[in-house]
């Protein structure tokens, strides 16, 4: 049995069931810290604490679930990082570009925990037969999570062989992998002018309502990799970035 993190323990404690039943603003008050919202112009979010007691304050600009995630965020660093004054930029929550771990990283991976605890998540993927990005949307809606927090959770999950990649105009900026797939899968740098991605990206074309079948010469590089089809959807970010959900064949990964 895989024991709780430390924020799937506070749930657990606190008899929370239901994904619906996760009120942070009422977690953070059970843990000390009080929760304002104001508008901020050059960070997300904010936590400032003394012995017990902490006041959080959110960006009240940003949309409700980046407001969502920063409160979990900020509750991270209540959990780990207490007796210090950190002021949370954009690029400081929710980035899995970082790429290292920090305090940044560790109140990430409990915000994540708080939002998609594994103990309700993954008896609910439990009955996913295919992972599509309207699947995941609608986990997202059932969370109150971001479309990218779920996608990485569903990946981390390694329920099922898939992979996500992001990228701007210029380089691939993160991927995350399931610990399922071989690392020979490693994406190439650059988009493939072939890649459904690649006509988002730059040619502004739509969204595909379903996955759709691409020569993984087109996403890897690896030794007779052109012998694959894999299949992929891919999604707009802010920033002119791209979003891609790749599926590895299953001999692929055997």
Known sequence: MISATPAEQILIDLGITRPSEIDLEAIAWTQGAVVKYRPMDRCEATIVGSGNAAVITINARSIAVRQRFSLAHELGHWRHHKGRILFCGAKDIGNPEQGIVNVESQADDFASDLILPSYLFRPIIGKLKKVTLGAVRDLRDEFRASLTATLIKLVDSNRFPILIVCHGQDRRRWFRRAAMIPQWWFPRADLDPDSFAFDMLFKRSSESSHPRKMGAGAWF?????????????????????????????????Q
């Open 221 to 253: 590089d690896f030794r007779n990799c052109e012998r694959y089809e894999v299949q992929e959807q891919s999604f707009m970010l802010p920033d002119a970035q791209t979003l891609t959900l790749l599926t590895i064949p299953e001999d692929g990964i």
